[in-house]
């Protein structure tokens, strides 16, 4: 038998993502303003509640498997997957001393040796005062 359809979608990794349908019931006018602009709700859906819950959902697989540090954060499942040491960040935080964004490779975790504050990073603590 010919399969039917599209191919199954797949994540950056080539797994392909099982899928389920829901229902939802939604005020009238909405669903007729989805309609009328032509949107897929499918894809709505699933964009709207991955970036809600950005902070417990990975974009990439769907996993609750996210690990936060005081850098950033990234999907365990994900990362387990690539053959490197280098995380794949879902999200960069800021340094909390200078506000500079971390990242990765250029600017990095540093404290003081001072100890003037906790938590600094390569911008705002120089090389010769890093502990
Ligand atoms: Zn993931
Ligand atoms: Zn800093």
Redesign the pocket.
């Given at each position: 038998m010919a399969s039917v359809g599209r191919p199954p979608e797949v994540d950056k990794h080539g797994n392909v993502i099982q899928k389920s349908l829901v229902n939802v019931t939604i005020p009238t006018k909405l669903a007729n303003f989805l309609k009328e602009k032509g949107i897929n709700r499918s894809k709505l859906f699933t964009d709207i509640v991955t970036k809600l819950y950005k902070e417990k959902l990975?974009p990439?697989?769907?996993?609750e498997?996210l690990i936060t540090t005081l850098v950033g954060r990234f999907?365990d499942?994900?990362n387990n997957k690539i053959p490197t040491e280098t995380y794949v960040w879902l999200e960069l935080f800021n340094c909390k001393n200078c506000g500079n964004k971390y990242q990765p490779g250029y600017n990095m975790f540093a404290q003081p040796k001072d100890r003037s504050f906790e938590k600094g990073c390569f911008d705002c603590v120089p090389k010769e005062n890093r502990l």
């Amino acid at each position: 038998m010919a399969s039917v359809g599209r191919p199954p979608e797949v994540d950056k990794h080539g797994n392909v993502i099982q899928k389920s349908l829901v229902n939802v019931t939604i005020p009238t006018k909405l669903a007729n303003f989805l309609k009328e602009k032509g949107i897929n709700r499918s894809k709505l859906f699933t964009d709207i509640v991955t970036k809600l819950y950005k902070e417990k959902l990975c974009p990439t697989c769907y996993g609750e498997d996210l690990i936060t540090t005081l850098v950033g954060r990234f999907c365990d499942d994900c990362n387990n997957k690539i053959p490197t040491e280098t995380y794949v960040w879902l999200e960069l935080f800021n340094c909390k001393n200078c506000g500079n964004k971390y990242q990765p490779g250029y600017n990095m975790f540093a404290q003081p040796k001072d100890r003037s504050f906790e938590k600094g990073c390569f911008d705002c603590v120089p090389k010769e005062n890093r502990l």
